[in-house]
């Protein structure tokens, strides 16, 4: 058994017992691990404001190759994100980012670009202000590309010539798009050129920059459908984000 020391994100926690939590954790150090904080539900306990989801920690733990589930010994918080967890925009967002890490990471092979973009992301949510949904498309963006499969959204799969304002047909399972001609025969989701520039961009801006975009309605459609899609084709077992279906609830249906 190994005594192993990480800074780590909270992606989500559940109850066992009647007064401990299991985590999944995503480390800076080791990945995806599951850990259990025994007694971390109880008011006078040492974890205290350390195992609620989207916050940073910094943890010592007792791992165990043989089991699934790792025990945590020590927690001490790093960065709650207090911003997100008192707005629901913020939060669900947050948990989006969170989830899809959860779901897409099954291993506990370390990946450290992967903690950072999504620490980076969050302290994001937390302090950016104007359109907060493009931070998650940021991220989304270049986690597709940290786990192996980036899209290509700028030139023909069949042909290699470049789509243009004229947009083109999207094909997940292969990686990208086909443009209006090479797309007759095969079809799949029409997107519009200038959603293609909005794509190509975040994979190249800064953070920072993302949050002054300013998309049409149907671009978001597009842009939300795409990503849904990409991630469906290359994970198994992949389903829609369920938080991100509160998001969508909250900001375009809010007197629903």
Known sequence: MAILKTDAVVLKGWKMGETSKILSLYTKDFGKVKVVAKGGRNPKSP????????????IIYYDKRTRDLQLLSKADLIDPH??????????????????????????EESLPQVYDLLTSVLRGFNEQED????????????????????????????????????????QPQSGGLVCSQCGVQKGGLVVEGETLEILFWLQRCGLEEVVQLK?????????????????KSHIDHMQSLRSLGFYYQLTDHPSS
């Not at 940021?138 to 004229?166: A, I, R, T, V």
């Not at 149907?218 to 939300?224: D, N």
Request: charged residues 25%.
């Open 47 to 58: 974890f205290r404001g350390c195992l609620e989801p989207l916050t940073t920690i910094r």
């Open 82 to 107: 207090s911003r997100i967890i008192g707005d629901m925009e913020r939060t669900t967002l947050g948990l989006a980012a969170a989830e899809l890490v959860d779901r897409a990471v099954t291993g």
């Open 131 to 170: 359109f907060l949904e493009a931070i998650l498309w940021y991220f989304e963006s270049h986690f597709m590309h940290l786990m192996g499969y980036k899209p290509k959204w700028d030139h023909c799969l069949d042909c290699n010539q470049s789509l243009g304002k004229e947009g083109g047909f999207f």
């Open 215 to 231: 998309p049409s309605p149907s671009q978001k459609s597009e842009i939300r459908k795409m990503f849904d899609l990409y991630f």
